[in-house]
């Protein structure tokens, strides 16, 4: 099963207590509250990362840690933003990209204000 939703919002949690559901939750068709995929966070150092899967309607996806900024930037700074995932059994994803959209301009650049 192919999954393709587009990112219209994001809610992200940082948990010092439990690191491992530090959380991005993405959302698509904005003020209907549809979750449209989650994301994980676990340790740099962890040998192999839970494996993704599809769950309540949703690809629930696994990164390190360290890939969090790059993701909230993405979030922050692209748009439009659309999530992908192949699901391969109806449970495992086999395959899945967080991305901007396929026609996105060389050279787009940062809209930087002067004396920001």
Avoid: Q
């Amino acid at each position: 099963m192919h999954y393709n939703k587009k990112v219209t919002g994001y809610y992200y949690g940082i948990n010092p207590v439990f690191p491992g559901y530090s959380t991005i939750f993405l959302y698509g068709e904005a003020g209907n509250g549809n979750l449209v995929g989650r994301l994980y966070f676990e340790p740099d150092n962890k040998h192999t990362l839970t494996p993704h899967r599809f769950e309540n309607g949703c690809p629930v996806l696994y990164f390190r840690r360290s890939d969090m900024p790059l993701l909230i930037d993405m979030l922050r700074n692209e748009g439009p933003v659309w999530l992908w995932a192949y699901v391969s059994d109806g449970i495992n994803i086999a395959n899945a990209v967080l991305s901007t959209d396929y026609t996105e301009p060389v050279g787009e650049g940062e809209n930087i204000l002067p004396g920001a």
